[in-house]
């Protein structure tokens, strides 16, 4: 629906407008180094250090731990239609987080940069080549038999369906083979030293060939994995039900099945947790956020999330669009920290420069200035723009976001530029923001997807043709570069490539970033076995667990 802001909004939001000091960036170091992961000795530049741990450790449940049997979960806004990594509405936040639970990688990220086996037990590569050498004892939930034939088939499925959420993962694969019923080779197109970043992402799975060949228009067949758990029910935007996998090949999950409910109505959520109908829940409103956390019987779990929030430009769009001087004028008009104290309270970090380039993602370049808020630049730089007075529409979803864009609304519309506010479901948004050079939408506030690994966040989010390009980003320059860093091992080199990949960015303003969000994931005291990442879809639930012996009596089942 379109959206004008009403004056009873201008008035609350007027009160709620307070001075926020802009805190410091992050920055890492990048010297190469030599991992060691199951059996495999192989050299690559390293992942960044951060300021916030990338990957929270998961916490041990005490001795004697009274484990429950089951645990409900809420979701973010997502509303979960299907999990599959072949369509795009499986390609959610939640859908990510399930996956994880239900489907196997050939390896896994244990810490920034350091790559643990799953399905592979070993592994040698010259970063073009992958040889993995594979478990014997896997099977997937409906009994068949996993071997190197499995992931060869499903690569050749998804290179024949371009732009599926796995494509990111396999598209760059020349040629995949079963040297031994238990040896996969992968070979690329080109040399990519942050391939084993990639492996490690949800979507590096391959699914069962027998469950697609039986029913391929049933979307059910793409829960058939070798993971923990599995899928036993699915009621689209209402609940995805799972249970234990007794026949897993690894150590078996402390908790025996689990519900995650799809709750669009935030204070539904927060009314969840307190009578004790769910016990951890990944999105409450920042004020219910302060509440819980000051009530001794809840715990919060917070995590500044890598990818920044903006203001996005189409840039396959319009002349307006397009036009680098309407840009700055709304960089220039815009004040960050304001939107990010309304949009989340406390629970932000305003922009502190002028980078859009994730906190935790190698190479930030810090130190390029912050926009200043100037409603006088920003009204000389419209009056050199193509910009007309048409109304311009800015697409958003989720809470958050949502009041942010009612407050860019009126701050864009004090400088001369009048915005209509477009709001969606996340599932409306994810579908309408997917790379499109041919769609004519406008802006949008959301966030952008950034990788912790440079080359990931250039081919994720800024290459032409991935569905997560939610900018319709296109310049063949920085494409070339992305193409250099994947070959390149030098690490003053990659650094180079990166921080001129930041410089043009800068230059051309294809986003605005306003915060990043702290992100604070409430659930009741006992909850713990989860790994937090400042990459929201990399959040691992596999372990978790629910000690009875840590909540107080009314919460428990």
């Known amino acids: 629906m379109k959206k004008r802001i009403p004056l009873l909004s201008i008035l609350l939001m007027s009160l709620l407008l307070f001075s926020v000091a802009a805190c410091g960036g992050g920055g890492q170091t990048t010297t190469p180094t030599t991992t060691t992961s199951g059996g495999a000795t192989t050299t690559q530049p390293s992942a960044p250090t951060n300021v916030i741990d990338r990957v929270v450790e998961a916490s041990v449940a005490a001795e004697g731990a009274n484990f429950a049997d089951h645990i409900d979960i809420i979701n973010d806004a997502s509303q979960v239609t299907m999990i599959s990594p072949m369509l795009p509405a499986g390609s959610g936040h ?12 050939l390896i896994y ?54 732009g599926v959420p796995a494509w990111r993962t396999w598209s760059t694969v020349e040629s995949a083979r079963a040297i031994e019923p238990y040896v996969l080779e992968i070979v690329l197109n080109e040399m990519d030293t942050d391939y084993l970043f990639t492996l490690a992402g949800h979507a590096a799975t391959a ?27 699915l009621e689209p935007n209402n609940y995805v039900a799972l249970e234990r996998n007794d026949n897993f090949w690894g150590e078996a999950p402390p908790t025996k099945t689990v519900t995650w409910w799809s709750i669009p109505e935030m204070a539904t959520r927060t009314v969840m947790l307190q009578n004790g109908q769910a ?18 019987d809840y715990q919060i779990f917070p995590v500044r999330l890598n990818p920044p929030i903006v203001i996005g430009f189409n840039n396959h769009g319009d002349e307006i669009m397009m036009c680098p001087n309407f840009r700055r004028a709304v960089a220039h008009a815009i004040k960050v920290d304001d939107i990010a104290t309304v949009a989340y309270g406390r629970w932000q970090e305003p922009a502190w420069d002028g980078n859009f380039w994730g906190p935790d993602t190698q190479y930030r370049r810090e130190g390029l200035p912050k926009w200043e808020h100037n409603p006088d630049l920003a009204r000389e730089y419209l009056a050199k723009s193509v910009y007309d007075g048409r109304p311009i529409q800015m697409a958003t979803s989720f809470v958050h976001n949502i009041r942010a864009s009612e407050l860019v609304q009126l701050q864009l519309a004090d400088v001369g530029i009048d915005i209509d506010i477009l709001v969606t479901d996340a599932t409306g948004f994810t579908e309408m923001h997917v790379w499109n050079p041919d769609s004519d939408r406008q802006m949008h506030l959301f966030a952008i997807g950034m990788s912790p690994t440079a080359s990931g966040a250039l081919r994720s989010a800024f290459t032409p043709g991935f569905t997560s390009n939610r900018l319709n980003y296109d310049n063949p320059y920085v494409v070339e570069l992305a ?18 990949v930041q410089d043009i960015f800068y230059e051309e303003v294809p986003a605005i970033v306003i915060y990043w969000r702290i992100n604070g994931y409430p659930a009741v005291n006992g909850i713990g076995g989860i790994k937090f990442s400042s990459d929201s879809f990399a959040f691992n639930l596999r372990n978790v667990y629910w000690d009875l012996n840590e909540t107080p009596a009314n919460l428990r089942p």
């Open 94 to 105: 939640p859908q990510a987080l399930i996956s994880r639970m239900i489907y196997d990688r």
């Open 279 to 296: 016990q951890l829940c990944f999105a409450v409103t920042p004020e219910d956020l302060d509440m819980l956390d000051d009530h001794p």
């Open 483 to 500: 193409r250099e860093l994947s070959v390149t091992i030098d690490e003053n080199r990659r650094r180079d490539i990166v921080h001129e």
């Open 109 to 162: 990220e244990s810490f920034p940069g350091v790559f643990e086996p799953e399905l592979a037990t070993r592994w040698e590569t010259d970063f073009k080549t992958f040889t993995f050498y594979l478990r014997n004892d896997v099977y997937y939930h409906n009994g068949d038999h996993f071997t190197a034939e499995d992931f060869v088939w499903f690569i050749g499925l998804v290179q024949e369906n371009p």
């Open 207 to 233: 699914l069962n060939r027998r469950a697609y060949e039986e029913n391929p228009d049933d979307p059910s067949w793409a829960w058939v994995g070798t993971g923990p758990y599995k899928i036993i029910g």
